[in-house]
């Protein structure tokens, strides 16, 4: 494909509680857009290929134990630290799918007592993301899907204040949807979406920065 200089991939981020979904949605939608001949990729954070990623999956399988406030900066410098490629893949025409951004930073830090403020802080100047979708599921529903590991976050307590403090950073411009329904029937919703992202940021819509 020849790259146009006036088009930009879409940033599109995926959020929600841990077994919502979210991972094989952002791999259909990989797979959706590749097939219509798009440029694009999936990431994820945390991206644990780093040195951070490193300590931040240590810290949430158990092996090591950190203060409240420095795991969410770790997690927040994971973001910094992939910031100027991420920008670069845009403004060469990549779409990226990233599954958890910064909403993820802030819900899973803030449910444990840290101020919501202070956890968006250090988030400040990242890239906004062109549209957030969030598979929504009641924390008891995640929970009966099974498939918790072992992992620091995955219970059932937390979870649901996570689902809280999620409640609390949405705003209007987010897409809500309910990850109740068939796989199949959440797929064909957030297709829809993500063309239209897709669209509109080839059209030239302007990139903007966290937290707008
Ligand atoms: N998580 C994820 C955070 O606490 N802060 C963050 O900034 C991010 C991106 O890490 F429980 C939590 C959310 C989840 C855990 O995520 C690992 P994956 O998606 O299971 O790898």
């Keep these: ?35 219509l001949g798009h440029s694009v990729e999936l990431w994820r954070f945390p991206d644990r290929t780093t040195s951070v990623g490193q300590m931040i999956s240590a810290y949430l399988s158990n092996e090591s134990h950190l203060d409240d406030h420095t795991i969410h900066l770790l ?22 799918i990233v599954d958890r951004y910064s909403y993820s930073g802030v819900a899973f830090s803030s449910a444990k007592g840290i101020d919501i403020e202070w956890c968006k802080a250090p988030e400040i100047g990242l890239l906004a993301p062109d549209s957030v979708l969030y598979l929504d599921i009641p924390p008891e529903k995640a929970a009966e899907r099974g498939g918790y590991g072992g992992e620091r976050y995955e219970h059932l307590e937390f979870q649901r204040k996570v689902a809280q403090c999620y409640q609390m950073l949405r705003d209007s411009s987010w897409k809500i949807i309910d990850a109740c329904q068939s796989i199949e029937d959440v797929e064909k919703q957030l297709k829809e ?15 903007s920065l966290l937290w707008s």
């Design 1 to 35: 494909r020849i790259g146009n200089i006036d088009s930009r991939g879409a940033l599109v981020v995926l959020e929600g509680l841990d077994r919502c979904g979210k991972t094989s949605q952002c791999s259909r939608l990989l797979s959706y857009l590749e097939g």
């Design 75 to 96: 997690f927040s410098a994971n973001r910094w630290e992939k910031r100027s490629m991420m920008e670069a893949k845009l403004k060469a025409g990549t779409t990226l």
């Design 193 to 207: 979406i993500v063309l239209d992202q897709v669209t509109a940021c080839k059209k030239g819509k302007p990139l």
